[in-house]
């Protein structure tokens, strides 16, 4: 693994005028920003359209003319990536800041990881303040080596 990785980083949306540019830019003001972001609207009926139109240049969009679900918008912005590492952010997520450059730090000082996750911070819709992480809202006990099956099972990023 070295320096010259890319990093793609992929956000299914549907509906989420009101979101969908807090989570790019999270991904804009990385400390190692991602090499590409696309972007797949899932057949969204709000604004989400209009809003992605300001970050022309910045984003690949990728529009499907109806709602699929999210896992066929994943699907379509696998095939379009182009990175050697593949971040998935929801478009209602933001990332710390750092989180890409950690991620990478920790597959590079691993070379045997395929994965790496962590945890996340709830923040409460209406008052936009953190509530907790959720590992402390919802106790699971955190797993390692080989958790392919598990992973399948219960999702568990």
């Known amino acids: 693994m070295t320096d010259t990785e890319r990093v793609s980083v992929i956000i299914p949306t549907y509906n989420r ?4 540019a807090r989570a790019i830019d999270s991904l804009l003001t990385q400390t190692r920003p991602p090499d590409e972001i696309i ?5 969204s009926n709000d604004n989400t359209l209009e809003v992605l139109e300001r970050y022309v240049g ?11 679900g999210q896992p066929a918008a ?15 952010l929801d478009s209602d997520d933001t990332l710390p800041i750092d989180s890409i450059e950690r991620r990478l730090t920790e597959l590079r000082q691993n070379p045997d990881y395929d994965v ?9 819709d209406s008052t936009n303040q953190p509530m ?8 699971t ?16 990023m």
């Open 74 to 88: 994943r699907n379509r912005a696998l095939d379009a990536a182009t990175g050697d590492f593949i971040a998935f």
């Open 58 to 68: 910045k984003i690949s969009l990728i529009v499907s003319p109806r709602n699929e």
């Open 17 to 20: 005028a009101h979101t969908i």
């Open 39 to 43: 972007v797949v609207d899932d057949g």
């Open 141 to 156: 006990k955190r797993l390692s080596g080989d958790i392919y099956h598990l992973f399948i099972q219960k999702n568990l």
């Open 116 to 124: 790496v996750y962590g945890d996340a911070l709830l923040i409460d």
């Open 132 to 139: 907790d992480v959720f590992s402390k809202l919802y106790p």
